[in-house]
């Protein structure tokens, strides 16, 4: 699952799970892979699918490996602009999970 990878959760699943916990966490990711999937297809149909690919990291909170520095420069894009479209990611990413 895309999901799983992007949020690393392969590792908080316990020795012996819990049936409602892994009901929960399989819901919890089906809907993350759900609402990504739905932002990346909105983002293709605008001409963005470069932009979404390099600023989904943000999205889950995995942008350690990416600064906003090297992110402008993939995009060509000034500062601001890389942090609205980050802001305008995540905006539509909480409309479509909600």
Do not use: Y
């Not at 916990?21 to 809907?31: G, K, Q, S, V």
């Not at 602009?81 to 980050?86: E, G, L, N």
């Amino acid at each position: 699952m895309a999901a799983a990878r992007l949020l690393g959760c392969r590792s908080l699943i316990p020795a012996q799970p819990d049936p409602d916990a892994l009901f929960d966490r399989a819901w919890a990711l089906a809907l993350i892979e759900g609402g990504l999937l739905k932002v990346e297809m909105s983002c293709e149909k605008s001409g963005k699918a470069e932009q979404f690919d390099v600023l989904k990291r943000w999205l889950m909170g995995d942008s350690t490996d990416l600064s906003a520095a090297s992110a402008d420069a993939q995009l060509d894009l000034s500062s601001n602009a890389v942090t609205v479209a980050i802001h305008q990611l995540c905006k539509s990413f909480r409309i479509v999970i909600q």
